[in-house]
């Protein structure tokens, strides 16, 4: 219910939020993105209840591809010393305490 897609308009360099929408399910936004023109619905931000399954990789494909991982991994990737990936925080991206 905290999860939400932003309907955006860009002019030049500026980019204009014009609303919220809420992420009720994947079908729903799909829907969403075939009412609007390429590019004007990205994501916002998606919150998960705190019960949820605490997987080591999750990704998104109806708003953006993202592809996020958990601590966990990002530490044993790095143990390992594997390369050819670059890792960034995601502040999009949260589980309720």
């Not at 619905?41 to 953006?64: A, E, H, S, W």
């Given at each position: ?78 143990e390992e ?17």
């Amino acid at each position: 219910e905290k999860s939400y897609g932003e309907v955006i308009s860009s002019k030049t360099t500026e980019i204009t939020i014009e609303k919220k929408i809420p992420i009720l399910s994947r079908e729903q936004i799909l829907s969403e993105k075939r009412k609007r023109k390429l590019g004007s619905l990205r994501l916002g931000k998606i919150v998960m209840k705190k019960g949820f399954p605490n997987y080591d990789l999750y990704q998104t494909n109806c708003l953006g591809h993202h592809t996020i991982i958990s601590e966990n991994l990002k530490n044993a990737l790095l143990e390992e010393g594997l390369t050819g990936f670059e890792l960034k925080p995601f502040p999009k991206f949260s589980v309720e305490e």
